[in-house]
């Protein structure tokens, strides 16, 4: 047998194309929902992303007979699961600048609406799920707070904390499947944030609230969008977008290092069952941390004059995150499995809507106080962030602010480091929460002092002078 013979005989076994496989049909499930949502003029109106709808075909397949054993659940939540880290780096090796229409307090207080919308999520779906737990089909008490990760932080946190939700229940002989009813809290997050808000934005048009205004330009890039000042040439030695993947996975590795030298760590009781269970999960919010670092340091070599050009580039960046966050949500749709759901399906319905109905009217009344000059597309912005992610939220916001006129989106850009600070908190809560039944009232019992402080800073012009009138 000759070399060639053999390497022939390596590569041809079906192990080699597994993943690859699975890749080609998350590419093909997106491409599909894309043709589909631009050429039937429901799904287009509805604004539903075409990653979402390609995940929704990637479930009826499923469905088909024979069909199902295709797509690989477990390969499905590892590509959601890394998706959502890889393209939180992306998002944080970006060179963001504060606008001259987005003050940095305004900044902060999107970042405290954020959070706290997170936190009002969070107590409206432990009460749901406590009292099922008490009077109904022995839903696991804690489920409730699966419904910030899937509406607030979307597929992947809803995948990660869904499995540690898991084990949890098991250990206390509660049947739950956490990914399940994660991911489709996720799923259907994207749904209500698409249509909900299309259908409450046709509303305020018939009104007369809000004038017609056609998207023109409003996808197109000028030439600055796609090079800064002083970057790398497009192809040198190596091409421009190989330099950018490269930070995004060396800072995704060091996340891979921290953590791993973390959970060897002796972190005492409240380390050990709290913190090390979750801290895998937490791959986004260490990345996004690291990423900041990196983009520090590269910035201090600059000064130094130990670097001369330009190596982060904005455009490209946005599209590597584009591209995890629009797989992730494919993946973390077909990853979804409704064999152990039947019995959750009340409680599930019950959390989302009341989790939907929530999340509008929070949002809309604080939308109305912190942006009084724009408070639609400070609304719409925030919603559609709130119950899907940031894209949803621009797309909502391109509907009435085609051109960005309006510090909305600059808002929507720039909280994100102020809303991981201040929902960390919430982070630290959902992994603690599942430990017992006394620890998710505890839970319960902090989130609602935590929503209230959260609440009164936001309001707190609108307090104050009140009580200097009286």
């Known amino acids: 047998m000759t070399l060639l013979d053999a390497s022939v005989m390596t590569f041809d076994q079906p192990q080699a194309w597994n993943w690859l496989v699975q890749f080609c049909i998350l590419a093909t499930a997106l491409l599909i929902g894309n043709v589909l949502r631009t050429k039937i003029p429901f799904l287009r109106k509805s604004l539903i992303p075409s990653a979402l709808i390609g ?4 479930l009826v397949f499923k469905a088909i007979p024979g069909c199902k054993e295709l797509i690989n659940k477990p390969v499905m939540e590892i590509v959601t699961y890394h998706a959502l880290g890889l393209g939180f780096v992306a998002l944080a090796l970006k060179n963001n600048k504060i606008e001259s229409k987005s003050t940095p307090m ?7 609406l954020t959070a706290s919308t997170y936190v009002i999520q969070g107590i409206v779906g432990l ?3 406590i009292l099922f737990f008490y009077f109904g089909r022995k839903l696991f008490y804690a489920a409730g707070l699966l419904l910030p990760m899937g509406y607030g932080q979307g597929p992947g946190q809803a995948l990660n904390f869904g499995k540690i939700f898991t084990g949890w229940a098991t250990q206390q002989g509660i049947d739950f499947p956490g990914a399940d009813f994660g991911l489709s809290i996720a799923a259907t997050g994207f749904i209500v944030g698409s249509v909900v808000g299309v259908i409450y934005m046709n509303i305020l048009r018939r009104k007369g609230v809000l004038s017609r205004k056609k998207i023109i330009d409003a996808q197109t890039n000028k030439l600055e969008d796609y090079e800064g000042k002083g970057e790398i040439p497009d192809a040198e030695s190596i091409d421009k977008l190989s330099v950018q993947i490269c930070m995004v996975l060396f800072v995704y590795f060091l996340v891979f290092l921290f953590t791993n030298w973390i959970q060897g760590m002796e972190l005492g009781k409240f380390g050990t069952n709290t913190l090390k269970p979750m801290l895998w999960g937490f791959n986004f919010l260490i990345g996004t941390l690291f990423g900041i670092l990196f ?15 330009e190596y982060i580039n904005n455009y490209m960046l946005n599209r590597i995150s584009g591209f995890c966050f629009d797989v992730m949500i494919v993946a973390g ?33 604080i939308c109305k106080h912190l942006y009084p000059n724009y408070k639609y597309e400070g609304f719409f912005s925030m919603f559609g962030m709130l119950t899907g992610t940031a894209s949803n939220g621009m797309i909502l916001l391109r509907e009435i602010d085609p051109k960005f006129e309006t510090p909305a989106a600059n808002n929507l850009v720039l909280q994100t480091l102020s809303a991981i600070v201040l929902g960390f908190p919430v982070l630290l809560l959902v992994g603690y929460a599942p430990q017992s039944l006394k620890a998710t009232w505890i839970t319960l019992g902090i989130l609602v002092v935590f929503w209230a402080a959260l609440t009164v800073f936001m309001l707190r012009t609108k307090i104050f002078k009140r009580k200097k009138k009286e």
Request: aromatic share 12%; proline share 2%; glycine share 8%.
């Open 295 to 309: 983009k520090w340091i590269l910035g201090r070599f600059k000064k130094a004059k130990l670097m001369s050009r």
């Open 106 to 112: 305004k900044v902060i207080e999107t970042g405290a």
């Open 127 to 129: 009460i749901v799920s």
């Open 55 to 58: 995940g929704l075909l990637l």
């Open 333 to 365: 749709t077909a990853a979804i499995s409704f064999e152990d759901f039947g019995k959750f399906v009340l409680p599930f319905i019950i959390i989302c809507t009341l989790g939907a109905a929530v999340t509008f009217i929070y949002v809309l009344i």
